[in-house]
């Protein structure tokens, strides 16, 4: 049975291959593509919808558990690549 994560936008439980792991390295938030990178993760849709909500919610910050604002210019970046 392959392993169940929560989307941070949406809370929508789907498996974990649906979702994107997102880390924060200094205070700026990558996308864990292959989902190997150290440290706590919080997981999304790949989804412009779902990225833009969590953003605009803060929930990355709450889900990694950080103090403080995150750069979110990589995941903005990718937002802009799924638009265009």
């Known amino acids: 049975m392959e392993p169940v994560r929560m989307c941070v936008a949406c809370r929508a439980r789907v498996p974990r291959t649906a979702l994107l792991r997102v880390v924060a390295r200094e205070s700026v938030l990558v996308i864990d593509e292959r989902g190997v990178l150290p440290g706590r993760g ?3 849709h790949a989804s412009s919808a779902c990225m833009g909500v969590a953003v605009k919610r803060r929930a990355f910050v709450r889900a ?8 979110t210019q990589t995941i903005e ?8």
């Not at 990694?64 to 750069?71: A, E, K, M, Q, T």
């Not at 970046?77 to 265009?84: A, I």
């Open 64 to 71: 990694l558990r950080v103090s403080g604002p995150l750069d």
């Open 77 to 84: 970046e990718h937002l802009q690549q799924d638009k265009g």
């Open 42 to 44: 919080a997981w999304v």
